[in-house]
């Protein structure tokens, strides 16, 4: 498997030529997997490790990065935005070192946008250092708001895999294309904002262009510890952010985006977000379940001594893990219909919500619900139709993720899926036992 371009300008890499053809079954979450697997079987990266559900902080990051200098639109800036991780810690620290504004998103988008980089006055190499690490930058940076005026004009991005068309795959959360929607509501860059990223030379391969959504962004220029890829990409990059594919966890979890989306509603433009299942499998929710919870939350309120049982049973839509409980059992919620939702179990433990709805929609599986018990090791999916559970089944049998094949059965009774428990720890245990004795 060669690491680098062909000698005829044919991509090569983590996955080989023709892989992106329909018929071969190539999705984003196939070549994700193909690209971290390559990565830790040839110890090609860092800590952290292992590199799955990750920006992999690969080998000869600074050496990628170090030729960004020399790029035109790199010496014209005057902001430069620069993601947080590791592999682009060099990145941020020439982006200081050459006088310019260095501006860095807020990680998962929770509190805020991003942040200007402040380096006390004087600061010396050794310092700008420390203030492109990732406790650097919470330390010397201040908040960027709404109202602030800001014209970025170059954005660097990490990535787990890009063509030399300029198409681009991330970890799989969305939060890299969502930055760069909202950037361009704020007004803060445009369709002609140059896009950067610098990845490892296996990262560069090929990528189907049917693969490429609408919200998906492009770049413009890849740097690799090896080569300088300019793409001259054709492909527009999306143009603010596209409310039909926004769901109610997201405007819960990110302030700055109900900001956004109350500014478009007051500038006359449709924001009517997902609030069920679409075209794209993205989970919503709909009126009923948001009501159903509101209706749980007053019960709780009104008996508190309750609310132990009401979290076991209510239907879990966040992203977030459940917390430990001792009289959790794992079971369907009452309301849950047994016949049509499947149970899926030995799921990775660093495994987030996010990457398995991605893996389901990249698998063509779209459950009416995903209910997530993922800090146990499980989920349950819900569909509406018996037809999709039948398909979603025959896909599942053959899943894994992170190396590990996931276990699927049909959720058909509370004693059965007390069944399911004993026989998902007994292998969790084993399989921990077997990892020891390799070690």
Same mark, same amino acid.
């Given at each position: ?96 070192e050459a006088g310019k504004t260095l501006l ?81 509501t704020m007004g803060a860059v445009t369709m ?167 893996? +389901?929609? /990249?698998?063509? !599986?779209?459950?009416?619900? %995903? $209910?997530?018990?993922?800090?146990? &090791?499980? #989920?349950?999916? @819900? ?12 896909? +599942?049998? /053959?899943?894994? !993720?992170?190396?590990?094949? %996931? $276990?699927?059965?049909?959720?058909? &009774?509370? #004693?059965?899926? @007390? ?14 036992? /077997? ?5």
């Amino acid at each position: 498997m060669s690491d680098t371009g062909g000698a005829d300008g044919s991509e090569t890499g983590a996955v080989g030529d023709g892989a992106g053809s329909a018929a071969t079954g190539v999705t984003k979450w196939t070549i994700r997997h193909q690209v971290w697997d390559h990565i830790e079987a040839n110890d090609l990266a860092n800590f952290p490790r292992p590199v799955h559900h990750r920006i992999p902080n690969f080998k000869q990051a600074a050496t990628a990065a170090d030729k960004i200098p020399t790029l035109k639109p790199f010496q014209q800036a005057r902001f430069v935005k620069v993601n947080p991780d590791k592999p682009q810690e060099q990145v941020r620290f020439l982006t200081m070192e050459a006088g310019k504004t260095l501006l860095v998103p807020t990680p998962r988008l929770r509190n805020g946008l991003f942040n200007r980089i402040t380096p006390p006055a004087g600061a010396n190499k050794q310092t700008l250092r420390t203030c492109a690490t990732r406790q650097g930058v919470d330390k010397h940076s201040i908040p960027v708001g709404l109202d602030d005026t800001v014209k970025i004009d170059l954005v660097v991005c990490g990535s787990v895999a890009v063509s030399r068309k300029g198409y681009r795959i991330g970890k799989g959360e969305g939060f890299g294309d969502l930055e760069w929607a909202m950037l361009v509501t704020m007004g803060a860059v445009t369709m002609d904002t140059i896009i950067v990223t610098t990845v490892h030379d296996c990262q560069v391969i090929d990528i189907p262009e049917e693969l490429v959504e609408s919200h998906d962004i492009t770049v413009d220029w890849i740097l690799t510890p090896t080569e300088v890829i300019q793409t001259n990409c054709q492909r527009p990059k999306p143009q603010g952010i596209i409310w039909a594919k926004v769901e109610p966890e997201m405007l819960q979890q990110m302030p700055i985006l109900r900001k956004l989306r109350q500014k478009e509603r007051a500038a006359g433009k449709d924001v009517e977000i997902n609030t069920g299942t679409t075209a794209t499998g993205k989970q919503g929710e709909s009126g009923k379940e948001i009501g159903r919870r509101r209706e749980t939350k007053d019960k709780r309120k009104q008996n508190p001594q309750s609310e132990k049982k009401q979290k076991a049973e209510a239907a879990d839509m966040s992203d977030s893990q459940d917390k430990p409980s001792s009289d959790f059992k794992r079971k369907p919620p009452r309301e849950t219909d047994p016949a049509l939702t499947l149970w899926v179990g030995r799921l990775p433990g660093s495994l987030r919500v996010s990457n398995f709805k991605t893996c +389901l929609r /990249d698998n063509n !599986i779209n459950p009416l619900r %995903v $209910i997530w018990k993922g800090n146990r &090791g499980f #989920a349950f999916l @819900e569909f509406k139709e018996a037809e999709a559970v039948e398909e979603a089944a025959k896909t +599942l049998q /053959d899943l894994e !993720i992170s190396g590990r094949k %996931v $276990i699927v059965q049909r959720a058909k &009774g509370r #004693a059965e899926m @007390e069944a399911k428990r004993s026989m998902g720890n007994a292998d969790s245990k084993s399989e921990g036992q /077997d990892e020891k004795s390799q070690e």
